[in-house]
């Protein structure tokens, strides 16, 4: 890592994912998951025993979370929400909301500090941002943003007082005041501008409270400081990265999924490891990932 703290890269798990997504970390289980969103498969890896394996899915899922008190996960597939239990394949669908067109489907998502589950949709292709960010309570969801490219960045401080969200294309990361108790969202900022040619991608927060971005399309993850500067960098050898989860006993690895998609055969050739999941070492601790909280 470039300036404040370092990064060793430990492990590179060889998956060649197309659009590898949603990497979090489940403490009790000691293994990271992530999503293959268009293979339509979803992975869980224990990093000790470098034990792989790979569910398919009934939809392509775009993110998802771990439930309190059971080995479901709270899916956002493409149509709508879900609990899912992989081993089983069972699935229980909770709404499925208009998406208005065809080409729209779930894309980031994540649990925030109170249990509940934020997921956004996206637009695949040409068509009018009409993309949402929902969040989900219990068996409701209630949107809380519209007029949406592409969802992403979807993060939480420490204290849950405030949600990270970026419309992908805007090359911004957005900062809103969170209400604990509702759920209810405002006094919208802007947090931090990516450069050209980098978009920001799946983020997670640290226990400092610093967030970190997957810059898709410039082969890094960056660390913000709560201010909103940059107080770091990660080069990844892999121009896609997409998402960030914090793992491992300490809470101080840090695991980057990726994409091969839409790459080029003369760019896959340079990019061997491009859709792999990466491993690294580093001295920042992060946050456990919360749990849905299933009323």
């Known amino acids: 890592m470039t300036t404040a703290g370092t990064a060793e890269l430990i492990d590179i798990v060889p998956v060649g994912?197309?659009?590898?997504?949603?990497?979090?970390?489940?403490?009790?289980?000691?293994?990271v998951w992530w999503t293959?969103?268009?293979?339509?498969?979803?992975?869980?890896?224990?990093?000790?025993?470098?034990?792989?394996?790979?569910?398919?899915?009934?939809e392509r899922l775009g993110s998802f979370g771990l439930v309190e008190g059971c080995d479901d996960i709270v899916a956002a597939f493409e149509s709508g929400f879900a609990f899912y239990h992989p081993e089983t394949a069972r699935l229980d669908w909770v709404a499925r909301p208009d998406h208005g067109a065809a080409n729209i489907r779930f894309n980031d998502g994540r649990v925030d500090r109170q249990g509940r589950f934020w997921a956004g949709s996206m637009v695949e292709g040409p068509g009018e941002p009409t993309g949402k960010l929902y969040c989900l309570r219990g068996g409701k969801p209630e949107v809380r943003l519209t007029g949406i490219a592409i969802s992403n960045s979807i993060c939480f401080s420490p204290d849950g007082k405030h949600l990270y969200f970026a419309d992908t294309p805007q090359r911004t990361i957005l900062r809103y005041d969170l209400d604990a108790t509702t759920g209810a969202i405002a006094n919208r900022r802007?947090?931090?501008?990516?450069?050209?040619?980098?978009?920001?991608?799946?983020?997670?927060?640290?226990?400092?409270?610093?967030?970190?971005n997957a810059h898709w399309g410039a082969g890094r993850v960056v660390r913000y400081a709560p201010d909103g500067s940059t107080v770091g960098t990660i080069d990844v050898p892999a121009t896609q990265p997409?998402?960030?989860?914090?793992?491992?006993?300490?809470?101080?690895?840090?695991?980057v999924s990726s994409a091969r998609q839409n790459l080029s055969g003369a760019v896959l050739a340079r990019e061997p490891h491009a859709g792999d999941l990466f491993v690294y070492k580093v001295d920042i601790k992060g946050l456990a990932d919360s749990r849905f909280v299933r009323a």
């Open 242 to 255: 997409t998402c960030i989860a914090f793992g491992g006993k300490d809470l101080d690895l840090l695991f």
């Open 190 to 212: 802007v947090f931090a501008q990516t450069p050209h040619g980098a978009f920001p991608d799946g983020s997670n927060v640290d226990s400092h409270g610093h967030v970190w």
């Open 36 to 58: 293959d969103i268009q293979e339509r498969r979803l992975f869980r890896y224990d990093p000790q025993r470098r034990a792989l394996e790979r569910f398919d899915l009934p």
């Open 17 to 31: 994912n197309t659009l590898g997504e949603g990497v979090l970390w489940d403490p009790a289980g000691e293994r």
